[in-house]
């Protein structure tokens, strides 16, 4: 971490401001309680772009994967013309969920791993014959309503929750199974092709439960909360067949987001003590640290209101770069081949949520106010090392079953992101 010492914020490279999204109801205002967008996700099948936006709504825009920007994706021999956004103000969607939205989640009944075959198409929800995108959001009562998008119609109404529901996650297996996290320190996992019946209630954590996420090949549910608590939970059969596995320690302050690399290798976590901390979530070891305030803070100072709060973290997903959100109002990209400082930032006042576009290259920032801006995040051609360890990674999850190959240990040590 000595590289700040010679290193000022001025010297890292600024992440260019490619488009922004505007709170129509407080245009002008920085904040207004009730206005925060506390949110935001892209569709899987990287169709639209959707954010609360405040006052109760939620907004999708189309998302033109071709250009990584908003738009309508048109035909090769249209792309760049005019007519790119003649059409556009048809295919945005406004939906009212009659509270505030804390979380978000897009579920699809196509697994990610065949998300490649699948075309971009803008159609009405057709259950049964065609790919069921859903919409889930949690609100502020501890309900969840699923919808869909296409005529902004309710599909599920889910009552379990007896306080705010703080994040949502589909599982990626295409089951159309939704985790809750919720502030009644509890997770619960619902079954939408059961009429969105709750299966199980999943308890462990002391506190409220601010994050949730699965790995990539649904073997694992990771949630953070408060009191410095990351929980792995083992996925055995879903929806019911769910056991506590193992707890992570390390934090010095609430932990409010986790996120897993595109291969299911690394866990990121974020947290309110000033740290992003990727990990093994197999053997449970520290890789990296990326750390928000230079020279680190004591315990004592990360553990208190220490005005460098990180409010969210996102993986890229070629899955070289972590991104986060922090209350100093910087964005800031990290390399995890370099921890010493952010390969670039951006500045984003009142800062609250983060993601990456599905094909990378963008990272939307929800804000207090309920805009959205996006940044063209770094992008490089990955070296053949990091794509056949990504492939390797993606075939052997289990640290600690690449320990066990008979290949040389400096390999092994890079399969296990150890360089």
Same mark, same amino acid.
């Given at each position: 971490? &000595?590289?700040?010492?010679?290193?000022?914020?001025?010297?890292?490279?600024?992440?260019?401001?490619?488009?922004?999204?505007?709170?129509?109801?407080?245009?002008?205002?920085?904040?207004?309680?009730?206005?925060?967008?506390?949110?935001?996700?892209? &569709?899987?099948?990287?169709? *639209?772009?959707?954010?609360?936006?405040?006052?109760?709504?939620?907004?999708?825009?189309?998302?033109?994967?071709?250009?990584?920007?908003?738009?309508?994706?048109?035909?090769?021999?249209?792309?760049?013309?005019?007519?790119?956004?003649?059409?556009?103000?048809?295919?945005?969607?406004?939906?009212?969920?009659?509270?505030?939205?804390?979380?978000?989640?897009?579920?699809?009944?196509?697994?990610?791993? &065949?998300?490649?075959?699948?075309?971009?198409?803008?159609?009405?929800?057709?259950?049964?014959?065609?790919?069921?995108?859903?919409? +889930?959001?949690?609100?502020?009562?501890?309900?969840?309503?699923?919808?869909?998008?296409?005529?902004?119609?309710?599909?599920?109404?889910?009552?379990?929750?007896?306080?705010?529901?703080?994040?949502?996650?589909?599982?990626?297996?295409?089951?159309?199974?939704?985790?809750? &996290?919720?502030?009644?320190?509890?997770?619960?996992?619902?079954?939408?092709?059961?009429?969105?019946?709750?299966?199980?209630?999943?308890?462990?954590?002391?506190?409220?439960?601010?994050?949730?996420?699965?790995?990539?090949?649904?073997?694992?549910?990771?949630?953070?909360?408060?009191?410095?608590?990351?929980?792995?939970?083992?996925?055995?059969?879903?929806?019911?067949?769910?056991?506590?596995?193992?707890?992570?320690?390390?934090? *010095?302050?609430?932990?409010?987001?986790?996120?897993?690399?595109?291969?299911?290798?690394?866990?990121?976590?974020?947290?309110?003590?000033?740290?992003?901390?990727?990990?093994?979530?197999?053997?449970?070891?520290?890789?990296?640290?990326?750390?928000?305030?230079?020279?680190?803070?004591?315990?004592?100072?990360?553990?208190?209101?220490?005005?460098?709060?990180?409010?969210?973290?996102?993986?890229?997903?070629?899955?070289?770069?972590?991104?986060?959100?922090?209350?100093?109002?910087?964005?800031?990209?990290?390399?995890?081949?370099?921890?010493?400082?952010?390969?670039?930032?951006?500045?984003?006042?009142?800062?609250?949520?983060?993601?990456?576009?599905?094909?990378?290259?963008?990272? +939307?920032?929800?804000?207090?106010?309920?805009?959205?801006?996006?940044?063209?995040?770094?992008?490089?051609?990955?070296?053949?090392?990091?794509?056949?360890?990504?492939?390797?990674?993606?075939?052997?999850?289990?640290?600690?079953?690449?320990?066990?190959?008979?290949?040389?240990?400096?390999?092994?040590?890079?399969?296990?992101?150890?360089?």
């Amino acid at each position: 971490m &000595a590289s700040f010492q010679y290193v000022t914020r001025g010297e890292i490279e600024k992440a260019p401001l490619i488009a922004d999204l505007k709170n129509q109801a407080h245009v002008g205002q920085t904040h207004k309680a009730g206005s925060e967008s506390w949110t935001c996700t892209f &569709a899987p099948d990287r169709s *639209y772009f959707a954010w609360s936006c405040g006052n109760r709504l939620v907004r999708l825009v189309p998302w033109d994967p071709y250009r990584n920007t908003v738009g309508i994706p048109l035909k090769a021999e249209h792309r760049h013309n005019d007519e790119d956004n003649n059409n556009y103000m048809q295919h945005v969607r406004t939906i009212d969920c009659g509270e505030i939205v804390w979380a978000m989640a897009f579920g699809s009944s196509v697994p990610e791993r &065949a998300r490649k075959n699948i075309n971009i198409h803008y159609t009405r929800f057709n259950v049964g014959k065609k790919e069921e995108l859903v919409l +889930a959001t949690g609100l502020h009562s501890g309900r969840i309503k699923t919808w869909d998008i296409h005529k902004g119609e309710i599909l599920h109404y889910l009552i379990d929750h007896k306080e705010v529901i703080r994040d949502l996650a589909f599982a990626p297996d295409g089951s159309l199974m939704l985790v809750s &996290a919720s502030r009644d320190k509890t997770l619960k996992v619902w079954d939408l092709n059961d009429d969105g019946n709750m299966a199980i209630t999943l308890k462990g954590h002391p506190k409220w439960v601010f994050g949730c996420c699965f790995s990539p090949d649904t073997k694992l549910l990771v949630s953070v909360g408060s009191g410095k608590s990351i929980i792995l939970w083992k996925v055995l059969n879903l929806p019911k067949d769910l056991v506590l596995w193992k707890r992570l320690d390390g934090h *010095y302050n609430d932990v409010v987001a986790c996120r897993f690399s595109p291969d299911g290798a690394l866990l990121a976590t974020a947290s309110w003590d000033t740290r992003v901390i990727v990990w093994d979530p197999y053997t449970g070891e520290k890789l990296k640290i990326f750390g928000h305030v230079f020279p680190p803070p004591s315990p004592i100072f990360a553990g208190g209101a220490n005005d460098t709060w990180v409010r969210d973290v996102s993986f890229s997903p070629d899955g070289s770069h972590v991104a986060s959100i922090a209350d100093d109002k910087y964005v800031r990209f990290w390399s995890l081949f370099d921890t010493q400082i952010p390969e670039q930032i951006a500045i984003v006042p009142n800062g609250l949520c983060c993601a990456y576009s599905p094909g990378g290259g963008v990272l +939307a920032t929800g804000t207090r106010n309920g805009n959205v801006f996006f940044f063209a995040a770094p992008m490089k051609v990955q070296t053949l090392q990091h794509l056949c360890r990504i492939v390797i990674r993606k075939m052997i999850h289990d640290t600690n079953k690449i320990e066990k190959l008979f290949i040389p240990k400096s390999l092994r040590c890079y399969l296990r992101y150890k360089e």
